[in-house]
């Protein structure tokens, strides 16, 4: 248990009741006292010439108190363990959902020349997962010729989930930049768009209640940017959406979007409702079966894209249809671009053709296994001796079941 001479919360408790400190200079205690009682008289020059206890409890104070300026303002002092102790408490404090402002910047003196602009670095963006994360790496140039180098994971429901800063140098710096476009599923961004969306994220991340990664208000404030407070939003559906609404299956043909599948509770439920189908005591035409069948699929898809959803899938095809662009596929670009206004705002006449073939995929895949396991017990069942099945025997027949008998479509 740390004693009452080190622990900041219980210092500050001692100064603001008037305790005794005996263990301090008795100056350095009755300063301490009246800056833990009037924090807004706190200077940096006043609190770095206290001990560092009595100093960690001034910045416990503007923790509890929700006041950013003492930890912002020490966060760049010359003593390096009070620095340290300050970031602790502006990532505490954005942990708290308090907006840290932007530090005043002193007028650059008179110079014969005008400083060099910095050079600005390409960042990178990977493509949308299905659950809404992507990976985002930005860099800015160092004093000494070096890069810092930011690599996040944004996710589109809780906001940045993990970020790591670390130094490389330029050469290590160009070669991340070259292996991510080449390896594939990653775009070149601006410096500027990646920090707006790594602001954007930061923005999430309170409005969902998710803390702060360490490091993440450091990053904010290196790359120039805030936390977006303001949810993004997107512009009204266009006359030509309801034409792009019924090629929105044609997205799920990319080799990005091919992968995006509904949560596994819902495709449960999917499956159930085809089980329905299939046992129903009815006696029903192939067709009818069939109007059945897909009946279930578009209930269980609007069921699913509440419009909370329907916009959180608007803005994944926004972000999508920026990296079509991007890696030259303009006809999936205004796809999805049209898929994702028209989501966004509630459109639902004609239905999403997108949202169904999200659902739809299903049902394929779970008749893909079901083919797999016919084919398996086949070639099971031509035990040693026996003549191989041909071809035709091979082949899956028409009907289609699930592991658990479900006939499919």
Do not use: C
């Amino acid at each position: 248990m740390k004693s009452s001479a080190s622990d900041p919360r219980s210092l500050l408790d001692a100064l603001r009741a008037g305790t005794s400190l005996s263990d301090f200079p008795a100056d350095a205690v009755e300063s301490a006292r009246a800056l833990a009682k009037d924090l807004g008289s706190a200077t940096p020059a006043r609190v770095e010439a206290l001990p560092e206890p009595l100093a960690a409890a001034l910045l416990e104070a503007a923790v509890l108190d929700g006041q950013a300026a003492l930890p912002e303002a020490l966060s760049t002092s010359t003593v390096k363990p009070l620095a340290k102790l300050a970031k602790k408490a502006l990532y505490r404090l954005r942990s708290r959902g308090v907006s840290i402002p932007e530090s005043p910047r002193a007028a650059p003196p008179e110079a014969p020349r005008p400083a060099p602009t910095p050079e600005a670095l390409p960042a990178l963006a990977s493509t949308v997962t299905g659950r809404g994360e992507r990976a985002l790496v930005l860099g800015r140039v160092l004093r000494g010729g070096g890069v810092e180098m930011a690599q996040a994971l944004l996710s589109d429901e809780q906001g940045v989930l993990q970020l790591e800063l670390q130094e490389a140098s330029r050469g290590a710096w160009r070669r991340i930049i070259k292996d991510g476009l080449e390896q594939g599923g990653a775009v070149e961004l601006s410096v500027n768009e990646a920090a707006a969306l790594l602001a954007e994220a930061a923005g999430l991340n309170l409005r969902a209640h998710t803390p702060f990664p360490e490091g993440l208000d450091v990053a904010l404030r290196h790359f120039g940017v805030q936390p977006q407070l303001e949810p993004t939003t997107l512009p009204p559906p266009e006359p030509e959406d309801v034409r792009r609404a019924m090629e929105g299956d044609v997205l799920h043909e990319t080799p990005e979007l091919a992968a995006w599948l509904p949560p596994e509770s819902i495709t449960q439920r999917l499956l159930a409702k085809l089980d329905e189908v299939v046992v129903s005591p009815l006696a029903l035409s192939d067709v009818q079966r069939q109007d059945q069948l897909q009946g279930a699929v578009r209930a269980v898809t609007q069921e699913y894209f509440t419009p909370d959803m329907s916009r959180r899938y608007a803005l994944r095809l926004w972000r999508m249809a920026d990296f079509f662009e991007r890696t030259g596929r303009p006809r999936e670009a205004d796809i999805a671009r049209g898929e994702a206004r028209r989501l966004f705002h509630g459109a639902d006449q004609p239905y999403s053709r997108f949202a169904e073939h999200l659902f739809e995929k299903v049902v394929g895949l779970v008749a893909a296994a079901g083919a797999r396991q016919e084919a398996a017990a086949r070639r099971e069942a031509g035990a040693p001796g026996t003549r191989a099945p041909s071809p035709a025997e091979a082949a899956p027949t028409q009907e289609r079941r699930s592991p658990g008998g479900l006939i499919l479509p």
